[in-house]
């Protein structure tokens, strides 16, 4: 029997990180980006009743519905999203790798049903790392111009659930730009323009206004398991892969959860 079977959920999972249903959804992005996380799990009076995610929060934010409200103003309910998974600290380590090809977070119960921990792609991949090369692990990278506007990166991300894309200017990489990006700029937007200028100053903002630099990346001969390690040292959910001093893909946690 491999090492992976004789590993429980208890030994891989983590402190469970939530916010109530009722918190502001400010508060929500705020403990996100302070604890490193995505999503959170969210509460209503101590029950587990879904997550929230950067995602989700930039579709709320980004809403037309939203438009006149400010973000301390908007409630997490409004961006729960209730389908989630769980399971329980003696099970095996090996119902976490489907589990999490499907969700980017476990909740964790105990016997009965109280909320104990969490388990996330990176803490799985903290004992748990698929073999092969980075080409055998990597995703496609998407790439999208600096001066293209940030509602129409908005509508790519959301028509081709695509996280992330690679900044250029012509043909050269200027950085990356990701949910948790889009999520921060409308945050910051809502609460400092007022609510009937909001739409003309986000329709106006552009890729280069909210994208992150420098480009953390690495070489296509790189160990897998020390881009894992850089990962999760930087926190980082993904890292492009260049060849020859060209990006080739990216990694990112989920490939690799999808790879083992």
Do not use: C, W
Request: glycine share 6%; charged share 25%.
């Amino acid at each position: 029997m491999s090492d992976k079977f004789q590993v429980l959920v208890k030994d891989v999972m983590a402190k469970p990180i939530t916010i109530a249903k009722s918190a502001f959804v400010s508060e929500a992005l705020r403990k996100m980006l302070d604890e490193g996380v995505d999503p959170l799990i969210v509460t209503n009076n101590g029950a587990v009743i879904g997550t929230t995610s950067r995602a989700a929060i930039a579709e709320t934010l980004g809403s037309r519905k939203t438009q006149a409200l400010k973000a301390t103003s908007i409630h997490v309910a409004n961006t729960v999203e209730e389908n989630f998974t769980s399971a329980y600290p003696d099970q095996n380590l090996d119902i976490l790798v489907p589990l999490l090809q499907h969700y980017k977070l476990i909740v964790v119960l105990d016997d009965d049903h109280r909320l104990i921990g969490q388990v996330t792609a990176g803490d799985l991949l903290k004992v748990l790392r698929p073999a092969g090369g980075l080409l055998d692990v990597m995703e496609p990278a998407h790439t999208i111009q600096v001066e293209e506007r940030a509602v129409h990166l908005r509508r790519r991300m959301l028509d081709g659930n695509i996280n992330r894309f690679i900044v250029e200017e012509g043909d050269d990489v200027l950085g990356i730009v990701t949910e948790t990006d889009v999520a921060k700029a409308l945050y910051a937007f809502k609460d400092i323009v007022e609510g009937t200028r909001q739409e003309y100053r986000i329709r106006n903002l552009l890729v280069r206004d909210i994208m992150s630099t420098p480009l953390i990346s690495v070489d296509a001969d790189t160990d897998v398991s020390d881009v894992i390690d850089l990962m999760l040292k930087k926190n980082i959910s993904s890292v492009p892969i260049t060849r020859n001093g060209e990006i080739v893909g990216v990694v990112t946690r989920n490939s690799l959860i999808q790879a083992l």
